[in-house]
C-alpha cells in the first residue's frame, strides 16, 4: 500500500521557519510529481509548491520568495522548506504525488501548522 507520510508541522512564531517533510514508500518515486498544499479553516485546498520528477518547481504568489520545495530521490522524500511565516500560512499542509504514467494520484494525511505568536 502507498504510503505518503508527513511530518515537521508546529507552532512557530510569525518571522520564523519550519521544514516540513514527505516519506513516501511503495512508489516509484523518481518519476512522480510531488506537490505541497494545503488547507485552512473554512478555505479550499490550494497547490502551495511543486516539483517535477526532472526538478522543475513552481509556487503558489503568496509563498514565492518565502518558501522552497525539493527532493530527495535516493531517500523517496520532498520537502518544504518555510521561511519568513505568517499567520495566514496557518494550514494542514498535505503531501501529493502523482504520475501520468500509470494515472495514479496520492495523498498524505496532512501535518499542521500554525503561525501564532
Known amino acids: 500500500q502507498v504510503q505518503l507520510v508527513e511530518s515537521g508541522g508546529h507552532l512557530v512564531q510569525p518571522g520564523g521557519s519550519l521544514r516540513l517533510s514527505c516519506a513516501a514508500s511503495r512508489i516509484i518515486f523518481s518519476i512522480y510529481a510531488m506537490a505541497w498544499y494545503r488547507q485552512a479553516p473554512g478555505k479550499e485546498r490550494e497547490l502551495v509548491a511543486a516539483i517535477t520528477s526532472g526538478g522543475s518547481t513552481n509556487y503558489a504568489n503568496s509563498v514565492k520568495g518565502r518558501f522552497g520545495i525539493s527532493r530527495d530521490n535516493a531517500k523517496n522524500t520532498v520537502y518544504l522548506q518555510m521561511n519568513s511565516l505568517k499567520p495566514e500560512d496557518t494550514a494542514v499542509y498535505y503531501c501529493?504525488?502523482?504520475?501520468?504514467?500509470?494515472?495514479?494520484?496520492?495523498w498524505g494525511k496532512g501535518t499542521l501548522v500554525t503561525v501564532s505568536s
Open positions: 501529493n504525488a502523482k504520475t501520468t504514467a500509470f494515472g495514479t494520484n496520492y
